[in-house]
């Protein structure tokens, strides 16, 4: 435990050394409260209620794919990255620490969506349904953890860049993110259930009001959950392989 402390810490040092990291993950979901949800939705309570966990799950979402996706592709570039694999405590500390502390960095890009829902929306939430939101917000970010961490293990910066922006936004609005629930077009709502966004939209929508979360989505949340760890888990061996072959 103590180790992995460590390379959370040192995660969190380096990160937040370079300000721009921790803004530009908040930015966006910010930006479409402003411009989407106070001028649209802002006086409905319910519809603010809803809009509001839409954009903390597109938070989530977006801290996550493009932290682990890029982060981890970078690192894999400097030299201190294959040093860190030939230490005793083997990779568990290191992966450990790298998620804990992308953890704090997802909580720290959700307060300003927090903050304009709170001041400038209707927003209503319950002090308990807000400590529910809180340990939600750690179960929706499993998938996107992982979905970044094969991006990351899997290809090099560059490439690493294009695929997250590439996914990002079908994700975003194929699971209706962007839409009230069960408002999407069509097409969209067709699709949906089977996406990870949508699933994990649905249980921020239940914890945060009286939105039933429906199987199916939850179901498919959970095969993407088991995929994606197979395939972080794959693309980390290849890499381990690669390098030491």
């Given amino acids: 435990m103590?180790?992995?402390?460590?390379?959370?810490r040192y995660q969190l040092l380096?990160?937040?050394?370079?300000?721009?990291?921790?803004?530009?993950?908040?930015?966006?979901p910010a930006a479409a409260m402003l411009f989407f949800?106070?001028?649209?939705?802002?006086?409905?309570?319910?519809?603010?209620?809803?809009?509001?966990?839409?954009?903390?799950?597109?938070?989530?979402?977006?801290?996550?794919?493009f932290q682990y996706g890029i982060g981890v592709a970078e690192d894999r570039a400097q030299p201190w990255d294959p040093y860190t694999r030939t230490l005793p405590a083997g990779p568990g500390p290191r992966?450990?620490?790298?998620?804990?502390?992308?953890l704090v960095?997802?909580?720290?890009?959700?307060?300003?969506?927090?903050?304009?829902?709170?001041?400038?929306?209707?927003?209503?939430?319950?002090?308990m349904a807000f400590l529910l939101a809180i340990g939600t917000v750690a179960v929706v970010s499993v998938p996107f953890t992982l979905m970044g961490l094969a991006i990351g293990y899997s290809l090099p910066s560059k490439a690493a860049i294009v695929v997250a922006q590439i996914i990002f936004f079908p994700l975003a609005f194929g699971g209706g993110l962007l839409s009230a629930p069960d408002e999407a077009p069509g097409f969209i709502?067709?699709?949906?259930?089977?996406?990870?966004?949508?699933?994990?939209?649905?249980?921020?929508?239940?914890?945060?009001?009286?939105?039933?979360?429906?199987?199916?989505?939850?179901?498919?949340?959970?095969?993407?959950?088991?995929?994606?760890?197979?395939?972080?888990?794959?693309?980390?061996?290849?890499?381990?392989?690669?390098?030491?072959?």
């Fill in 37 to 65: 949800v106070v001028p649209f939705a802002g006086k409905d309570a319910v519809g603010a209620t809803y809009a509001t966990a839409s954009m903390v799950t597109f938070a989530v979402m977006s801290a996550n794919i």
């Fill in 189 to 245: 709502e067709v699709i949906a259930p089977y996406l990870p966004t949508r699933g994990a939209v649905e249980l921020m929508w239940a914890t945060v009001g009286d939105y039933p979360a429906r199987p199916l989505p939850l179901t498919m949340l959970g095969v993407w959950v088991v995929a994606l760890a197979t395939l972080a888990v794959w693309a980390y061996r290849r890499d381990e392989g690669r390098r030491f072959s």
């Fill in 14 to 28: 380096e990160t937040v050394r370079i300000p721009i990291a921790v803004v530009g993950s908040a930015f966006f």
């Fill in 95 to 102: 992966l450990a620490g790298r998620v804990l502390a992308g």
């Fill in 105 to 127: 960095l997802t909580y720290l890009s959700l307060i300003p969506v927090v903050v304009i829902g709170a001041t400038l929306t209707a927003a209503q939430i319950t002090p």
């Fill in 2 to 8: 103590q180790l992995t402390l460590v390379h959370t």
